[in-house]
């Protein structure tokens, strides 16, 4: 019988827990004048409505990007693990290769989170069933097959491992469900097809033609905001003002650039956002300048970050501030390449 660790490669199917972060480098804008608005994708409708936090991953346009080639030295080889290895080998199912794009319902917790996901792709059923259920089981609800995998996962202290179960269906043969600490029934039962949070979806509407993007509500801020290292009342009074926030992003060429936005309840609270995201820039830039911390830190990441301060640009609109940051391939770490030129013609 295969060991329990195999199994945390199921989760992979969907890019939900650890595949996510290979992609996490693609994020990006589209228009200097906010992020790109577009309807809701049809699988984050399936998604419960009341959740606190939703992302996205148009996993196809990221993968026929420029910017992909770019960085996957950076991101290394899943095929290069054992355990990801036979997987791919059992069920034909690779990531990279087979998943289009990717959803998430995500409700944070103080020492853990449950998510809900679907997933887009191409799959084997029976291969990746039979994969599953040689150390997991098989459930139904209604006519369909619910299949609960048991994967290792750190204990709250981080020092140790427990086990919890991931439970995952097949809506369609292109489409699974999956969850981690979540149900699957109101997906399953068609609850949330035709319910609404009309200023959630307005949010979501705002970054949805982004090819990556995460909406949150205030009530997934942390409550203890010292937990941040944040000690300042009033910077916590203007954090506490934030109702929603986007994180957009798409490649443009060969280029990952980011754009974060933040609604606040007013416009005073969201000009003094602005005023304290500007401040925290010359902080950091003063900081920099000080020999001393640059010795702490790796020549390439004082680089980066010093780039980053300085092409930053916070921005208001509103009650919406804006933070946007346009990377470079030299900033994360890769050399650019040179636009390839045609052959002159012999005469």
Known sequence: MPSR???????VILLLLGGAAY???????AKPAGPAPGPVPNIIELLPPEAPVFAF?????????????ELSPLAGTPASDPDYAEFVRQTGFDYERDLDRAALAIWP?????????????????????????RSGRAT?????????????????NGRGKTTKMISFAF?????????????????????????????????IERVAGAAIFVTARSNALPQDLSTLGIKSGQIERILRSIQYLNLAGRPAGNQPNIEAEAECDSVANALQ???????????????LADPRNRRQMQPQEAALLDSLLRLAEVSREGKVVRLRVN?????????????????????
């Open 57 to 69: 991953f148009d996993i196809t346009t990221l993968r026929n990007s420029q910017l992909s080639a």
């Open 5 to 11: 660790r195999k199994f945390l490669v199921i989760p």
């Open 109 to 133: 917790g103080p020492s853990a989170s449950t998510a809900l996901a679907i997933a887009e792709g191409r799959f084997d059923r029976e291969k990746i069933t039979q994969y599953a259920l």
């Open 23 to 29: 992609y996490a480098f693609f994020r990006a804008p």
């Open 273 to 287: 956002l602005a005023t304290v995201l500007d401040g925290l820039r010359w902080i950091g830039n003063a900081a």
């Open 140 to 156: 139904k609800h209604q006519s369909i097959d619910i299949y609960e995998v048991p994967v290792a996962a750190p204990t709250q």
């Open 171 to 203: 809506l369609a043969p292109d489409r699974v469900v999956l969850a981690d600490g979540a149900s699957l029934d109101s997906v399953l039962d068609h609850a949330n097809a035709n319910s609404s949070d009309t200023a959630l979806r307005a949010r």
């Open 327 to 347: 990377l470079t391939p030299k900033m994360l770490g890769t050399p650019s390449k040179p636009p390839r030129q045609k052959p002159s013609k012999q005469p």
